[in-house]
């Protein structure tokens, strides 16, 4: 098996469900991305969508008021998330950083680099490639902590964060063209990896049964032959 059967499985059971934003992520392309994907560590994304309407609610989802906000405040806003001292401090200081070496949003969205991201505090490789593809739409494959575990009831022996992501970038690199016949019209490369990371992560939230992950549904869509 390699990741462009998982990938054509996945959709052919139907998987993205919920079609919240032709991304995947919600608000994709807005600073709203860089916020959640910090705020999500260590906690539920519904929790995480309580600290956004905060923000939302307080006008403080823009570049400026982040990086001018009273981390006291901050931290009642984000408080839903957990962690809120750590995250208030870190958003703050990133929003800061943005500013100062970007300027605005968009010039970040076309500027940034993963070495940048994993240079501010409390960003690492999976926060920073959520970022990458999501609020600035590159092509950057996600392999988070679902990622890993479906990969292993899989079978597929990858130990660690950069081991999963080349596992799944190989298959659908190598099988360009049958990825590409899966999207019509084509949708981009970056776009076939945000919903792929999509797939992967609605998939293991459906079928989890406490710690066991329920695979058969998966393993009977996989076609046998490229």
Known sequence: MNSYQLLAALKGLGHINNERDPWWW?????????????????????KVEQSLAN????????????????VAGLRRLIAPSGFYNTKAERLTKLAQNMRRDFGD??????????????????????????????????????ADAYSQRLLHALGVHAPDYASVQNWLLDGLQSHSRK??????????????????????????????RGKRLDIAPLTDAIPSKL
């Open 26 to 46: 919600p608000d994709s392309g807005s600073l709203r991305v860089v916020v959640g994907a910090l705020l999500t560590q260590q906690t539920r994304w519904e």
């Open 55 to 70: 923000l939302r609610q307080a006008q403080c989802l823009t570049l400026s008021a982040l990086a001018d906000a009273d």
């Open 105 to 142: 949003f968009d010039t970040f969205r076309q500027q940034v680099s993963r070495a940048w991201l994993l240079n501010q505090a409390g960003i690492g490789p999976e926060t920073a490639d959520s970022i990458l593809c999501y609020a600035c739409y590159r092509p950057v494959m996600v």
């Open 179 to 208: 990825v590409a016949d899966l999207y019509r019209p084509a949708i981009g490369t970056a776009r076939v990896y945000a919903r792929f990371h999509g797939k992967i992560v609605e998939y293991c939230k459906h079928h989890s």
